[in-house]
């Protein structure tokens, strides 16, 4: 999904490397999920945070989680939008280490709409929201990535028209989405690595041999 | 968090619903009951549908056969009702048989190009499988819409790099249609054509299809990127289109190339021509797809179930006798001009065909007033394969219910995996309880029923089959164990209290994302799991390759190993010049293949 709004995410993808052996670490703090990331990309981590905090998001105004040393920012936008998929109006603040800014993501209408800045004080002032004001206030200088969502309707009113999300993953399913040769070759890499050595065993394995030489 | 509660899971568990228990979804329940004249008569009918723990599993499922209900046999009855236009625009021969074919379609207000490369034969026999690459000997492409001349030339020079990854496409295809010679086939035909000559009229094919490329796989267009009103908007429809395709320029191939060699060589009898199918050999990645999509399987079994039921609810009439009684006098050609080779795993065609001659006999003295009280008769006198060949010939009866719940055919196959992080773990025990059992009581103590492992080789990605302990890479297991995977779930579950939800079970186990969204979004829909361990030692692809084989429309589907199954499509199914005549389709189509083909 992000890709369908900035196709060069896939060649962020593509330089994917090994995951850090020191894993990731959860722990709550101050009715916030923090994530210890160590190095582990958001493809690890934000799709389980943007469960929890939809999950537990009718307990509380305004849901929160904060994601120190997690890499691959460039896949934010999709996870917000998990959450704007769970009916969540969804905010990432970036820390300055990763560029800083802001991404929001909500539903709108029968889709999803998403939002990008930099100025957080304009995102106060525009998220239309109180107790996502505060936090977002409070998440200004962060040393991670935090979240903060509610499912609480909101009026938004950014200097940003957004983009729609709908609109863009069905002009991608029409027209495909402009990938360098070479992105695309590391991307196939990727899924390779999840393919089993061969072996004149294995072959025989497919089963397209006669019926008599297989054996199991 | 609360991670207090470690109740046990199991126990006390009740019963599975069966599927006359479950609803039907509201489209289907509608139809039906509009159909069998109101609501007590609708209660009827789906009380006549099979239980899920008698029908989803793979004993029963091996042994469905095509009917009206499966995608070959709406796709070919689509394009003979609705006037489709085949023509080919030009073609380009050389004396190595290799050229250049281009086709326009018309179809529903529509236009299509689709374009077919030959190679020079290179004297391989492929069977088609993924790890042959781009070593074929055609490749085609069918396109979204009306394609021009310099895109045409560089789609044709795309086919030409012949190199599996280097090759590119855009979304203005739908898919490229590679596709192998039938070696002893084709070259007879073009050898007696050359020389003036009709080929012998029962050859069952002239190319295998290579597995049609589609649905984003080398750029292709997405299947939700095909315009909602394109008539292959449609699961499968541009599957059984493309290799429609392969099949007519197979035909014209021949011709061509005889041609080529002698300008006065015959060209092939239209009668000739129409019995020549598309070959087709399926490995057992397609049991893979099939517990990736179980609501696909879902979809396709309701539908057929419902339909059956349908008829077994009406009373047998003249008509209706007479009917059966053509239909099964034209089955059994079928079953007599096809020629398995390995019968191993399937019951012996000779058998059948005694079967339904016996059946047709019982049609001539039937005391049954219902074929529901027939259906029971048979059911209970002969084997799966015979049973479900008859209720294939049920479905046919009623053809007008069968059309009037088609279109659930795609409405229930587009349903979208949904994961719900706000359920509580309370309602997915509930729904692990109610849909689950069958798994959860499955004893998996014994090393052989899950003794199986499924891997992507580097081969291609090719599926394989490995064996536990015996074989390594067992850490490149792909998802087949669907049995394994809910009761881990409803193990790790055990450590959570009622209140917990989904999100906190995730964060905990976010391997458990696919099982839990796999429970939950199958909730509520009927035939929704095979209920079978597709992990066990003793599962033979074969079985469910045959499933999906009936569901497609093929005839005659045998398996030459365990894990390999070939058959033909549209054979005896119109040509491009039937369908400008609007020549209707066969309700069944021949099948002979008699190839040994490794």
């Not at chain 1, 993808?13 to 990731?24: C, F, H, L, S, Y």
């Not at chain 1, 100025?119 to 998220?127: F, K, P, R, S, Y």
């Not at chain 2, 855009?170 to 086939?185: F, K």
């Not at chain 2, 007519?248 to 011709?255: G, R, T, Y």
Request: glycine share 8%; proline share 4%.
């Amino acid at each position: 999904m992000a890709a369908t709004l900035d196709p060069a995410v896939l060649d962020r993808i593509a330089e994917a490397r090994k995951r850090p052996e020191e894993g990731v670490r959860f722990f709550y703090e101050a009715d916030s999920l923090k994530v210890e990331a160590n190095g582990c990309s958001l493809f690890e981590t934000g799709a389980v945070i943007m469960d929890y905090l939809a999950a537990h998001s009718n307990e509380a105004a305004v849901v929160s989680a904060e994601v120190i040393d997690g890499t691959d920012p460039e896949v934010l936008s999709a996870v917000l939008l998990t959450g704007a998929d769970y009916g969540l109006t969804a905010v990432a603040v970036r820390p300055n280490s990763q560029g800083g800014g802001w991404l929001v993501a909500t539903p709108s209408g029968t889709g999803l709409r998403l939002y990008e800045g930099q100025d957080c004080e304009a995102l106060v002032g525009g998220v239309g929201h109180a107790g996502l004001a505060d936090r977002i206030r409070q998440a200004n200088t962060p040393r991670g990535c935090v979240f903060v969502a509610t499912e609480q309707p909101v009026k938004l009113a950014l200097a940003t028209p957004g983009a729609d999300v709908s609109e863009a993953v069905a002009k991608a399913n029409s027209e495909g989405i402009p990938v360098f040769a070479r992105t695309l070759k590391a991307l196939y890499g990727l899924e390779m690595i999840t393919w089993a050595p061969t072996s004149e065993r294995s072959r025989a394995q497919a089963g397209f041999t006669p019926r008599s030489t297989v054996t199991s | 968090m609360k991670m207090t509660d470690l109740r046990s899971f199991k126990g006390n568990l009740p019963m599975s619903k069966t599927a006359s228990e479950t609803d039907l979804p509201p489209f289907l329940q509608e139809r039906l009951t509009e159909a069998a004249g109101g609501k007590e008569q609708a209660e009827r009918v789906q009380g006549m549908m099979r239980p899920a723990d008698e029908l989803m599993r793979v004993e029963s499922l091996k042994c469905f056969k095509a009917s009206r209900l499966s995608f070959a046999d709406m796709f070919s009855r689509r394009m003979v009702e609705r006037n489709w236009r085949i023509i080919l625009a030009r073609s380009e021969v050389h004396a190595d048989g290799s050229g250049k074919f281009v086709y326009n379609v018309e179809a529903e207000g529509r236009r299509m190009t689709y374009i077919a490369r030959a190679y020079p034969w290179d004297g391989i026999e492929k069977v088609g499988r993924r790890a042959d690459g781009a070593l074929r000997d055609m490749f085609g492409a069918l396109f979204v819409g009306e394609a021009s001349e310099e895109r045409i030339e560089r789609e044709f020079a795309t086919f030409d790099v012949k190199s599996e990854g280097d090759m590119r496409t855009t979304a203005e295809v739908i898919g490229w249609t590679p596709a192998n010679r039938s070696s002893r086939h084709f070259d007879t035909v073009v050898d007696s054509l050359a020389a003036g000559k009709q080929p012998e009229a029962d050859l069952a094919y002239l190319m295998r299809n290579g597995g049609f490329q589609s649905s984003g796989r080398n750029g292709s267009v997405s299947f939700h990127g095909i315009p909602r009103d394109h008539p292959l908007s449609h699961p499968f429809y541009a599957d059984m289109f493309a290799i429609y395709l392969v099949r007519i320029f197979s035909i014209d191939l021949v011709n061509a190339i005889a041609r080529r060699r002698n300008p006065d060589a015959a060209q092939l009898d239209r009668s000739i021509a129409r019995n020549l199918g598309i070959g087709n050999s399926s490995g057992q990645g397609m049991c893979v797809a099939l517990q990736r999509w179980p609501h696909w399987v879902a979809t396709w079994v309701v539908v057929r179930e419902l339909a059956l039921a349908f008829t077994k609810n009406r009373a047998i009439t003249a008509n209706a006798r007479s009917r059966m009684h053509a239909a099964i006098v034209h089955t059994i050609d079928i079953y007599k001009a096809s020629d398995p080779q390995v019968e191993d795993y399937v019951t012996p065609n000779e058998e059948i065909i005694a079967n339904l001659e016996a059946i047709d006999r019982w049609l001539d003295d039937a005391d049954a007033s219902s074929w529901n009280e027939f259906a029971k008769k048979v059911a209970a006198t002969f084997d799966g394969e015979t049973r479900e060949q008859f209720n294939s010939l049920l479905i046919d009866l009623e053809p007008e219910f069968c059309d009037a719940i088609a279109p659930w055919l795609r409405s229930g196959s587009i349903r979208r995996r949904d994961f719900d992080p706000r359920m509580s773990v309370a309602v997915l025990r509930g729904i692990l309880r109610r849909n689950y059992t069958w798994a959860l009581e499955y004893d998996r103590t014994l090393v052989s029923t899950h003794q199986c492992f499924w891997y992507h080789s580097e081969d291609n990605g090719e599926q394989r089959r490995g064996e536990r302990v015996i074989d390594p890479h067992e850490e490149f297991e792909s998802f087949i164990d669907h049995i394994g995977l809910v009761q881990r779930l409803a193990s790790v579950l055990t450590a959570y209290g009622d209140d917990a939800r989904m999100g906190d079970v995730v964060l905990d186990h976010p391997d458990l994302h696919y099982a839990i969204s796999r429970v939950q979004y199958l909730d509520g829909i009927p035939y929704a799991e095979i209920r079978d361990s597709v992990a066990h030692k003793d599962f033979i692809p074969a079985d469910l390759i045959r499933f999906y084989h009936a569901c497609l429309g093929m005839r005659g589907a045998t398996p030459l190993s365990i894990r390999y199954v070939r058959g033909t499509f549209f054979q005896a199914e119109p040509l491009p010049q039937d369908l400008s005549e609007k020549t209707a389709p066969q309700t069944t189509q021949v099948s002979t293949q008699k190839e040994v083909q490794v």
